[in-house]
């Protein structure tokens, strides 16, 4: 349990915006995806300073401290009951899109969506899709090394980090803010942070890869009768799209039934009674001749 005294240096330290504490911090703790706990008190950092303060008085109290994103995550890996929570939402901004090298430098609590939505306008691409892009962060996304229905093509979210910014337990700041694609210097630090949920560090900032935008998206939605033609179909389709095959999502007959009928708002788009659903969608630069290509791909496959 953290002691009033901690709590104390840490208002201090944060200023009064800084420092949540009694129904105030309870209150944060709410709206997430998973029980959170009650937490004694929840930081709110403006910077990485902040972040770093903090944690050097917890370190030195010997007290721990629970990082918190877009509270998304369904594993309780932010549970905080009687500790302190830190939620990045104050380091939420888009610091920086270099559209020439492809790069966008941001806060660890910068929205996924927003992050998206930003590259778009510059005529770009971050191909990190969730079903919880509105409330995930970027550093929820980093810290579970997020995978989301692109994959397939674009990697996991450990595939779109270059570089990153951490604070170790003891207040200690980590900098590898990398903008290299191309980098084959040392030890690449970050992956140690990339999917361990926030247990070496807290991630602050960080450097990410942007692809151009495509100019085509074709979708389809397929009913396959075996598992065994699950990996052929991929196969086919990865051949036949010469790589802009973007994503392959397969579902089972059960999952799907369960979002297509009532009370589920989802209405089948396929008939039911098929074992596999496979919705395929391909990214590419030419819409026409894409569409083409999808088309033919998916006739090809039927045969
Ligand atoms: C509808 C829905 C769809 C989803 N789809 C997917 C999916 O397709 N693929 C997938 O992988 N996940 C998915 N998720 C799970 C979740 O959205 C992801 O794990 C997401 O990356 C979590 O981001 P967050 O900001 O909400 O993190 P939180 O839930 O706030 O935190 C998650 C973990 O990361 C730690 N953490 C958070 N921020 C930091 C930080 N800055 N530094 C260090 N540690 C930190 C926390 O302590 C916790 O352990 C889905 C969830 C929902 C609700």
């Known amino acids: 349990m953290a002691s009033d005294d901690l709590i104390q240096k840490l208002k201090t330290a944060l200023g009064p915006q800084g420092v949540l504490t009694g129904k105030d911090a309870e209150e944060k703790a709410q709206g997430g995806w998973s029980n959170l706990g009650v937490p004694a008190a929840v930081l709110r950092p403006a910077n990485t300073d902040e972040v770093s303060k903090a944690l050097k008085l917890a370190h030195a109290a010997g007290e721990s401290i629970v990082p918190w994103g877009g509270k998304t995550g369904l594993v309780e890996g932010g549970e905080a009951d009687g500790h302190i929570a830190l939620s990045l939402d ?75 910014e951490a604070v170790l337990a003891d207040g200690t ?69 010469g790589g802009a095959l973007s994503a392959f999502e397969v579902m089972w007959e059960d999952f799907y039934k369960l979002v297509t009928s009532e009370p589920a708002k989802g209405r089948p788009v396929v008939a039911h009674g098929h074992p596999y659903y496979v919705l395929v969608e391909s990214m590419g630069g030419a819409r026409e001749a894409d569409a083409a290509r999808f088309e033919a791909a998916m006739m090809d496959a039927l045969e």
């Open 90 to 164: 104050r380091m939420n901004k888009i610091e920086e899109i270099d559209a020439t090298g492809g790069t966008m430098t941001v806060g660890a609590g910068c929205v996924l969506q927003a992050i998206c939505e930003a590259a778009d306008e510059k005529g770009l691409f971050f191909p990190l899709d969730l079903g919880s892009r509105g409330s995930a962060t970027i550093g929820g996304n980093i810290s579970t090394n997020a995978g989301g229905n692109r994959v397939i093509r674009y990697g996991m979210t450990r595939d779109m980090v270059l570089g990153l």
């Open 173 to 241: 700041v980590m900098n590898s803010m990398n903008r290299l694609i191309k980098n084959n210097a040392g030890y690449d630090l970050k992956h140690m942070f990339i999917g361990s949920e926030g247990t070496l560090g807290i991630v602050t900032r960080a450097v990410l890869r942007l692809r151009p935008k495509p100019v085509s998206q074709d979708t389809g939605f397929v009913a396959v009768e075996s598992f065994e033609a699950l990996p052929k179909f991929l196969r086919h389709m990865e051949r036949a799209l």
